[in-house]
């Protein structure tokens, strides 16, 4: 049972370019979601998902798309890097459902640097 | 708006007792979360609280006072693998939750 498997774990990109995130979680969770955390700030919710074929934004999804074509997998995107854009980013998944206190489960987390 | 406080960075020493202070402003409240986070590691759930009182787990206990937007986590008999920083976050009304900036704590031997 990997639970939330993020890849890659490390990535440098060039202001401009473009690249995907993977995020796969094998726990059957509806709820999936994309966070950003930057030094002195709390996590910041970039999109997440309420499940297969849905998508919604989050406080901060400007600059970022998502998909998530099959419940176990969601994909961010960055279509043209920005320096602002430099911080590590975790993907998290939860049962939620009527469960408010259902837990958030993390992946391990990718660190972006744009340079 | 919304926010959360928590203290940057603690100190405390090994076998000791640590109090992490949380207030929190939101809209509305749906529970308040603790999360523990290694360096260059996941965040890991440790406790959810949505009625007052004392949730105890093991070394670490977590109080909340709605009354006063106000929660804290203890640990109890500190080792140095808890070193960590330690993130407090609240669901609110629209069951987003919002996360303070967490509090670093250090344990000297």
């Known amino acids: 049972n990997a639970g939330v498997t993020q890849t890659p774990k490390f990535r440098v990109l060039k202001t401009g370019q473009s690249m995907t995130l993977l995020c796969a979680q094998d726990?059957?969770?509806?709820?999936m979601y994309w966070y950003r955390q930057d030094p002195g700030m709390g996590l910041r919710l970039i999109h997440y998902?309420?499940?297969?074929?849905?998508?919604a934004k989050g406080e901060v999804p400007d600059g970022y798309n998502v998909s998530r074509l099959k419940k176990q997998n969601f994909l961010l995107g960055l279509e043209s890097a920005a320096p602002s854009q430099t911080s590590v980013y975790f993907c998290?998944?939860?049962?939620?459902?009527?469960?408010?206190?259902?837990?958030?489960?993390f992946g391990n987390g990718t660190r972006l640097t744009v340079t | 708006g919304q926010n959360i406080d928590q203290p940057t960075e603690m100190t405390a020493t090994e076998g000791a007792i640590v109090q992490i202070n949380c207030t929190y402003q939101?809209?509305?409240?749906?529970?308040l979360f603790w999360y523990q986070q290694h360096a260059g590691e996941a965040p890991t759930f440790l406790s959810y609280?949505?009625l007052d009182g004392l949730e105890e787990k093991g070394r670490f206990s977590s109080f909340l006072s709605r009354s006063k937007g106000y929660s804290y986590l203890l640990l109890k008999e500190l080792q140095m693998k808890d070193s960590a920083s330690y993130l407090c976050a609240v669901k609110d009304s629209n069951y987003q939750l919002i996360w303070g900036a967490g509090t670093k704590l250090i344990i000297k031997p």
């Open positions: 998902s309420v499940g297969e074929g849905t998508t």
């Open positions: 609280n949505v």
């Open positions: 998290a998944s939860s049962f939620e459902g009527d469960r408010v206190s259902s837990p958030l489960h």
């Open positions: 939101t809209s509305g409240f749906n529970g």
């Open positions: 726990m059957n969770h509806e709820y």
